[in-house]
């Protein structure tokens, strides 16, 4: 039977660009792991950023480029993003990702451990903050998704379920880290918060909305 994941894939599959379309796999004959987004997340992101009014928007971990391509394309013209990326070989090969999309202007991929580089961003800002990094600091983004938060900022976290890992007795590390995360985001009272399935149900993503 089809599952609402690849039947979702097939539906919308074609109307995705072609760039987008042809990453994933050139990023896996260079050797990135496939780790990127699923489109379901990419839409979401997407939509968030049109009916928020989106400009200014945080990511961590970068990877190839793939969601800020994804974000780039519906951000407006004075829109910016700032991607934080550990790997220098990722920086490398988003940044030309972002060239060929023609968001080279829009987004901005700065090297470095999120934590180190996040002190650097203090005083600024962020309409939407995607959290996509290493999974044991997500509740030290979370710190720092709140300092660079404004009233009405939407945190969107992914990976947020992780097969079950978050809810299963003995986790690994990153399993307990993301289920810590988790429950500062339920009972955070600065936030509104959800969990959204993705991956026929074998991941989430969370979307928070700063009040
Ligand atoms: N958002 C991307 C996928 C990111 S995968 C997309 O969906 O297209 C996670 C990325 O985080 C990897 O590229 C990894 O190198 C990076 N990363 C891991 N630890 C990090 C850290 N401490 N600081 C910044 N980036 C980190
Ligand atoms: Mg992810």
């Known amino acids: 039977m089809t599952t609402i994941s690849e039947y979702a894939q097939d539906l919308y ?8 379309r042809s990453l994933p796999e050139e ?14 997340v ?13 400009k200014r928007i945080l990511e961590l971990g970068t990877l190839f480029g793939y969601s800020s391509i994804w974000m780039g394309r519906v951000l ?3 829109g910016h993003i700032v991607s934080l990326e ?24 700065r ?5 180190d580089v996040l002190p650097q961003l203090e005083g600024q800002t962020f309409d939407l903050i ?6 044991v600091n997500y509740s030290n983004y979370l710190d720092w998704s709140l300092k660079l938060a404004h009233k009405g900022t939407l945190i969107v976290a992914d990976n947020t379920w992780r097969h079950g890992d978050v809810a299963a007795s003995e986790a ?15 009972e955070d009272r600065r936030l509104l918060s959800t969990l959204i399935p993705t991956r026929d149900c074998g991941d989430a993503v969370s979307v928070a909305y700063v009040r």
């Open 27 to 40: 990023a896996q004959r260079e050797g990135l792991p496939a780790i990127h987004i699923p489109d379901e």
């Open 42 to 54: 990419g839409r979401l992101l997407q939509i968030l950023i049109l009916t928020s009014g989106v």
């Open 76 to 78: 407006p013209e004075d």
């Open 13 to 20: 599959g074609t109307t995705a660009d072609e760039l987008l």
């Open 111 to 115: 090297t470095g451990a999120a934590l």
């Open 172 to 186: 690994d590390e990153s399993g307990r880290a993301m289920a810590e995360f988790n429950r500062k985001l339920a």
């Open 130 to 135: 995607f959290i996509d990094a290493d999974k």
């Open 86 to 109: 550990a790997e220098t070989r990722h920086v490398e090969v988003s940044r030309r990702n972002h060239a060929r999309a023609g968001l080279e202007g829009k987004i901005e991929v």
